[in-house]
């Protein structure tokens, strides 16, 4: 059974320009399957390590100000503030007090400004 070769396969090379000079360049699957670029949503505020939440401080609804500490994340022995990044009001919080969470776990949410 003969394997029908992609496009890839076919015309392996792509032109790059950089600073006006053309280079002709080698483009592998994983470049072209890549995802694009997604900013963080600075709203959804995230665990940016596992660890155990030892204090949550806000709950739905409450107003809360600039670099104002909204919960303490225990990870690697140490405890990390998680602080508000602008005036807003909390819209929703995922944890409480004791919760492990892992990674890029949603902690709390923050209404848009």
Known sequence: MKKEKTEIEENPYSE????SIDYQTLLTRKYTE??????????MLMAFIPGTMTDV???????VKEGETLAILEA?????????PFDTKVKEVYVAAGDRVIKNHVV????EI
Not at 16 to 19: E, G, H, K, R
Not at 57 to 63: A, L, N, P, R, T
Not at 76 to 84: F, P, Q, R, S, Y
């Open 57 to 63: 401080f806000v709950v739905k609804g409450q107003e």
């Open 108 to 111: 709390i949410e923050l209404e």
């Open 16 to 19: 790059l320009t950089i600073d």
């Open 76 to 84: 690697m022995k140490m405890l990390n503030e998680i602080k508000a």
């Open 34 to 43: 890549k995802k694009p670029y997604k900013p963080k949503n600075p709203c």
